[in-house]
């Protein structure tokens, strides 16, 4: 009988070794994938030029897409974020007459404050994220609308300057947006790895009730998230406005809620929160870059195709989720 109970643990390493590693890393082995696909198909694909500009057209997307990891991980969803970003690019744009330190700061502090707003409702309302960040972002982009008469909004031509090096500009041959990004990456690596409060994010979506028992003050929390997810939102907003070359959109990040949740579930973090990071939501906003970028290169294909292939990429992702899920549970119960 002992016999039989090793060859059963003994065989059921592999399968739960494999969707561990699924989870963890099947993102990363798709990217390598498509890069070396890419690599072989199309001369320009690896060339300077051609880099710098996936990485820079998808760096706001990833500014937004932290934000959200932070959210997605406490169980939470953020569909405010591209309202969010237009409202920032236009506070931006509007302030930057009066001073381009209070352009900067004055549009973050809002965007943050509309995200506690947001976590404020959820955490002591108990309402669904879904339901609560949704109105958000129908308010605040009918807000942005009445704000300017749904047109574009230019910087004067004294911080235009400022913002076309905020969007376009390079520091040692990098382009600024993606030293932004990178650098973001970095800070809520460390953060979510290395300190108190990330311990605390990874438990809330972990088990809400559990993390309550043990200290953690889970409100708290919650609205942190939404905090840092509205206040990284607003900051992608200021950078697409001078991306745009100092022109800030009423439209701008129209659907960028979905791009961002797409990316972040695509890199490995789980939709049911307390698994997941940033390393890997980096991954996921390269995997959708380079997937549109191989769209471009193509030439042959519709650009429509992209929605439809990130589609495909996020619902194959959530199935894989769900099974890795289901398969713990029915371990865990057979346990």
Same mark, same amino acid.
Not at 7 to 21: D, G, I, L, V, Y
Not at 36 to 61: H, P
Not at 80 to 95: E, P
Not at 104 to 126: D, E, F, H, R, S
């Given at each position: +009988?002992?016999? /039989?109970?090793?060859?059963?643990?003994?065989?059921?390493?592999?399968?739960?070794?494999?969707?561990?590693?699924?989870?963890?890393?099947?993102?990363?082995?798709?990217?390598?994938?498509?890069?070396?696909?890419?690599?072989?198909?199309?001369?320009?694909?690896?060339?300077?030029?051609?880099?710098?500009?996936?990485?820079?057209?998808?760096?706001?997307?990833?500014?937004?897409?932290?934000?959200?990891?932070?959210?997605?991980?406490?169980?939470?969803?953020?569909?405010?974020?591209?309202?969010?970003?237009?409202?920032?690019?236009?506070?931006?744009?509007?302030?930057?007459?009066?001073?381009?330190? /209070?352009?900067?700061?004055?549009?973050?502090?809002?965007?943050?404050?509309?995200?506690?707003?947001?976590?404020?409702?959820?955490? *002591?309302?108990?309402?669904?994220?879904?339901?609560?960040?949704?109105?958000?972002?129908?308010?605040?982009?009918?807000?942005?609308?009445?704000?300017?008469?749904?047109?574009?909004?230019?910087?004067?031509?004294?911080?235009?300057?400022?913002?076309?090096?905020?969007?376009?500009?390079?520091?040692?041959?990098?382009?600024?947006?993606?030293?932004?990004?990178?650098?973001?990456?970095?800070?809520?690596?460390?953060?979510?790895?290395?300190?108190?409060?990330?311990?605390?994010?990874?438990?809330?979506?972990?088990?809400?009730?559990?993390?309550?028992?043990?200290?953690?003050?889970?409100?708290?929390?919650?609205?942190?998230?939404?905090?840092?997810?509205?206040?990284?939102?607003?900051?992608?907003?200021?950078?697409?406005?001078?991306?745009?070359?100092?022109?800030?959109?009423?439209?701008?990040?129209?659907?960028?809620?979905?791009?961002?949740?797409?990316? /972040?579930?695509?890199?490995?973090?789980?939709?049911?929160?307390?698994?997941?990071?940033?390393?890997?939501?980096?991954?996921?906003?390269?995997?959708?870059?380079? /997937?549109?970028?191989?769209?471009?290169?193509?030439?042959?294909?519709?650009?429509?195709?992209?929605?439809?292939?990130?589609?495909?990429?996020?619902?194959?992702?959530?199935?894989?989720?769900? *099974?890795? +899920?289901?398969?713990?549970?029915?371990?865990?119960?057979?346990?």
């Amino acid at each position: +009988m002992k016999t /039989v109970v090793n060859k059963m643990k003994n065989t059921s390493f592999p399968m739960k070794f494999n969707a561990t590693f699924i989870q963890k890393q099947g993102a990363l082995i798709a990217l390598l994938l498509l890069i070396i696909f890419a690599t072989v198909r199309y001369d320009n694909f690896l060339t300077y030029q051609n880099v710098m500009n996936v990485l820079k057209q998808n760096s706001m997307l990833g500014l937004v897409a932290i934000g959200m990891t932070f959210v997605i991980l406490t169980r939470g969803i953020d569909l405010s974020v591209g309202s969010f970003i237009a409202l920032g690019g236009i506070l931006a744009a509007q302030l930057s007459s009066v001073n381009l330190l /209070v352009a900067i700061i004055v549009p973050i502090l809002i965007t943050g404050a509309l995200g506690m707003v947001n976590g404020l409702i959820i955490a *002591k309302g108990g309402l669904e994220p879904f339901i609560v960040t949704l109105a958000m972002m129908i308010g605040i982009r009918g807000i942005v609308y009445i704000m300017t008469d749904e047109r574009s909004v230019s910087v004067p031509d004294s911080a235009e300057p400022f913002f076309n090096y905020l969007g376009n500009g390079l520091l040692l041959g990098i382009p600024v947006p993606i030293w932004l990004f990178l650098i973001l990456i970095l800070i809520s690596w460390y953060i979510l790895t290395h300190t108190q409060f990330g311990r605390h994010v990874y438990a809330v979506g972990g088990n809400e009730s559990a993390s309550q028992l043990m200290g953690v003050k889970v409100n708290k929390i919650k609205v942190s998230v939404y905090v840092i997810s509205g206040i990284l939102s607003g900051f992608a907003g200021i950078v697409l406005a001078g991306r745009l070359g100092g022109v800030a959109q009423p439209v701008a990040g129209t659907m960028w809620e979905l791009d961002a949740i797409a990316a /972040v579930v695509i890199g490995g973090t789980l939709l049911i929160g307390g698994r997941g990071g940033v390393v890997g939501t980096f991954i996921g906003v390269m995997l959708l870059g380079i /997937v549109l970028n191989i769209i471009n290169l193509e030439g042959t294909l519709d650009s429509w195709w992209q929605p439809v292939i990130r589609g495909l990429f996020l619902i194959a992702i959530v199935v894989i989720q769900a *099974k890795i +899920m289901n398969s713990n549970k029915t371990k865990l119960g057979g346990a």
